[in-house]
């Protein structure tokens, strides 16, 4: 794998749209659109009809954008939070920078390799940790651990001594550790999750809502290590939540998404800037909800924005 520059973005995102319930053009005619424009031709003339291809909605179905023509960049180190109410796109960005799902338009691009051209070089830089993680419930931590541990091709006694430190330092206790996942709670999983995504050393950290489900000592644990991770271990975060205070406490910068769009981008403190609260010091809450119009959500059972990820049995 190539060299990666220091001075290279850690992430860029260029006028990256995603779509669901449209119906699929057939495979040729797909192939024949983008060899007409690698060869210089737009997208009007590729299609054959001079103008551009009309969308249709799968039957039954209303074509959704749920991510709409969104753009930024995230420096190497920094910490990068997407805020926005649920249905906003959030999970969706995030499964589009894991390469799980392929826009429809823009670019991405994880310290210059490209997330289409370049999946597997970009799989290795990266780890995301889901709101609704997926294990095998009926094995341990440990087994499922030293499972993926050996998918990123940590040797086992390496990855079970690592995942040992990890979960220490997330707080869980000695004694879960060879229980099985299926006995624990949620939160306890949320941290297996964490440490699972932690022990590959990723250089870029995609973490969905990662403290959903936990107590306040807990979010304040993953907290400071999301921090030791950047500080000592040269990681770039990109982080969604719900939680401002978390937020506000992490973030280097933050966007706003709302209806797949981004509304704002700026540092905390430059966001609270675009609010007037008569005196009163405004909060990230309040950017929130001027912005969006929208509530915080806070449940627990807040999901992924279209589907959540299968858990395996």
Do not use: M
């Given at each position: 794998m190539k060299l990666i520059p220091e001075n290279q973005p850690a992430l860029v995102v260029e006028d990256v749209v995603k779509r669901f319930n449209v119906v699929s053009d057939s495979w040729w005619r797909r192939v024949f659109r983008a060899q007409s424009v690698s060869n210089g031709q737009n997208e009007e003339t590729a299609?054959?009809?001079?103008?551009?291809?009309?969308?249709r909605a799968k039957r039954g179905k209303e074509i959704i954008t749920a991510v709409d023509h969104v753009s930024f960049a995230v420096q190497r180190r920094e910490i990068f939070g997407v805020l926005g109410p649920n249905g906003s796109g959030k999970s969706t960005l995030i499964r589009l920078l894991s390469t799980l799902l392929l826009p429809d338009e823009g670019q991405i691009t994880v310290f210059g390799f490209d997330v289409e051209k370049d999946e597997m070089q970009v799989k290795r830089?990266?780890?995301?940790?889901?709101?609704?993680a997926a294990f095998f419930k009926k094995l341990s931590p440990r087994e499922n651990l030293l499972y993926g541990a050996r998918l990123y091709g940590v040797p086992g006694r390496v990855a079970d001594q690592k995942a040992r430190e990890i979960l220490e330092r997330l707080g869980l206790r000695p004694s879960s550790y060879n229980s099985p996942m299926e006995d624990m709670s949620r939160g306890m999983q949320q941290k297996v999750?964490?440490?699972r995504a932690f022990l590959s050393q990723p250089i870029l950290l995609l973490l969905d809502e990662p403290t959903t489900g936990l107590d306040p000592r807990s979010k304040l644990e993953v907290q400071s290590f999301v921090n030791e991770l950047r500080d000592t271990h040269d990681a770039t975060i990109l982080i969604t939540t719900h939680d401002m205070?978390?937020?506000?406490a992490l973030c280097d910068q933050i966007a706003i998404l709302d209806e797949g769009k981004v509304v704002a981008l700026d540092t905390p403190t430059g966001l609270k800037q675009l609010v007037?609260?008569?005196?009163?010091?405004?909060?990230?809450?309040?950017?929130f909800m001027e912005l969006t119009g929208k509530e915080l959500v806070k449940q627990e059972d807040d999901l992924s924005d279209f589907e959540p990820e299968k858990v395996l049995a």
């Open positions: 299609s054959g009809t001079g103008q551009a291809p009309v969308l830089l990266i780890n995301r940790v889901s709101v609704d999750a964490i440490a205070n978390e937020a506000d007037n609260r008569n005196g009163r010091a405004p909060t990230l809450e309040d950017v």
